[in-house]
Structures are given as C-alpha cells and as structure tokens.
Antibody, heavy 119, light 111 residues
Framework: QVQLVQSGAEVKKPGASVKVSCKASGYTFTRYYIHWVRQAPGQGLEWMGIIDPSGGSPTYAQKFQVRVTMSRDTSTSTVYMEMSSLRSEDTAVYYC????????????WGQGTLVTVSS | IVMTQTPLSLSVTPGQPASISCKSSQSLLHSDGETYLYWYLQKPGQPPQLLIY???NRFSGVPDRFSGSGSGTDFTLKISRVEAEDVGVYYCMQSIRLPYTFGQGTKLEIK
C-alpha cells in the first residue's frame, strides 16, 4: 500500500536549520509529485511548495523561497524539506503529500513531523 | 487566490444534512476544462484526507453521502446524513494558481 513515512519530531533553537524527510513506498516514486504543507498549532493548512521526484527544480510559495530547500534521493525514494533561519513562528506540523500531477490533489499524506522552535 | 469558507463551524445532529460553502477570489476553471477545487477532511490528530477532487469526484473509498458541486468561484460540499465519524475540520483547496491555497477550515461537531 502507498505510504509516506516522515522523520521524527524535532526541537530547534531560533536561527537553526531543520531537515525533514519523507520516504515513499508502495508506488513508483518518480511518477508522483510531492507537496509540503504545514500547520501551526491550532491553525489551518499552508502550502509550502512542490517537487517532482523525476527531476526539475522545485517550486516554492514565495513566502518560503528564501529559507526552504526541497530535494530528493531517488535511490531511497525519499524527499527532503530543509528550512533555515528558523523562528518561533515556524513551529508547526510539516506534512508531505503526493499528487499524480503538479496541479493535482494531494491524495496520500505522511503522518506529519512536528518541528518546535524554542529558545 | 483567497479561499473563503462558511460557516467556520457547525454542529449537526446525526442523520441530518450538512453543507459547507467555499468561495474563491478568482475562477478555478482552467483553460484545459478542469476546475482545480478539492475538499479535505482532517480528523483530530490525523493528516488531511482527500474527499473530493475537481469539484465533484469522490476519492476512492469516500462514502457516497459526501458530494461536491459548484463552478467558477462558488463551491459546496454536502453531507447527506452526518455520522459521528465525520467530525473534524473540512478544508477546500485550489491548485489552479501558485501558491496553492486552502480555506480557513470548517469545524464539524456532532450535537
């Protein structure tokens, strides 16, 4: 069955970086795009960007263009989301999710990774 | 594109219908003929799950009591008979224009 398994919770200090992984299984990794979406505590969903595991440059929401880097490792069917210069407002659950097309609906989601930014 | 949902919360008796509206600030109709509007349900402590894609298509395994309708900028999710398992927060989402955006969410509770 399709699974997106994310790395575990992280606690970081302001100004640090974090790298969250999303390992795919149960389908052909390169056939589906991976989105990253975050959710601050008690808040709604915020789309961050998308990466095509088969190649090409990721596309980021303008808000995240400077501080976020999405990458992939096809040998392990894993996508990564790295965020730098963390601030307290980045405290959130970060989700990866796949879609068959760039504009398609994310249909399977990872379990989420809580990133806490605190001094 | 700003997605505006109403109401932000609703309390429904089991067996009764429920309806959620989602309005977009721009048309979600693409030149390819598709309308890129989706509905998700996020149950407590879980990631979102896809209910409806491209306005009115139920995703695999979604009960037929869920239905979506609308066009252009106005969309509706309807639950014909609410069940206890339907509690959570419902979100609409657009993917016609970057950045993709979600509505604020509508919290469904059971009376």
């Amino acid at each position: 069955q399709v699974q997106l398994v994310q790395s575990g919770a992280e606690v970081k200090k302001p100004g640090a970086s974090v790298k969250v992984s999303c390992k795919a299984s149960g389908y052909t990794f390169t056939r589906y795009y991976i989105h990253w979406v975050r959710q601050a505590p008690g808040q709604g969903l915020e789309w961050m960007g998308i990466i095509d595991p088969s190649g090409g440059s990721p596309t980021y929401a303008q808000k995240f263009q400077v501080r976020v880097t999405m990458s992939r490792d096809t040998s392990t069917s894993t996508v990564y989301m790295e965020m730098s210069s963390l601030r307290s407002e980045d405290t959130a659950v970060y989700y990866c999710a796949r879609s068959i097309a760039a504009a398609g609906s994310p249909d399977n989601w990872g379990q989420g990774t809580l990133v806490t930014v605190s001094s | 594109i700003v997605m505006t949902q109403t109401p932000l919360s609703l309390s429904v008796t089991p067996g009764q219908p429920a309806s959620i509206s989602c309005k977009s600030s721009q048309s979600l109709l693409h030149s390819d003929g598709e309308t890129y509007l989706y509905w998700y349900l996020q149950k407590p402590g879980q990631p979102p799950q896809l209910l409806i894609y491209e306005v009115s298509n139920r995703f695999s395994g979604v009960p037929d009591r869920f239905s979506g309708s609308g066009s252009g900028t106005d969309f509706t999710l309807k639950i014909s008979r609410v069940e206890a398992e339907d509690v959570g927060v419902y979100y609409c989402m657009q993917s016609i224009r970057l950045p993709y955006t979600f509505g604020q969410g509508t919290k469904l509770e059971i009376k």
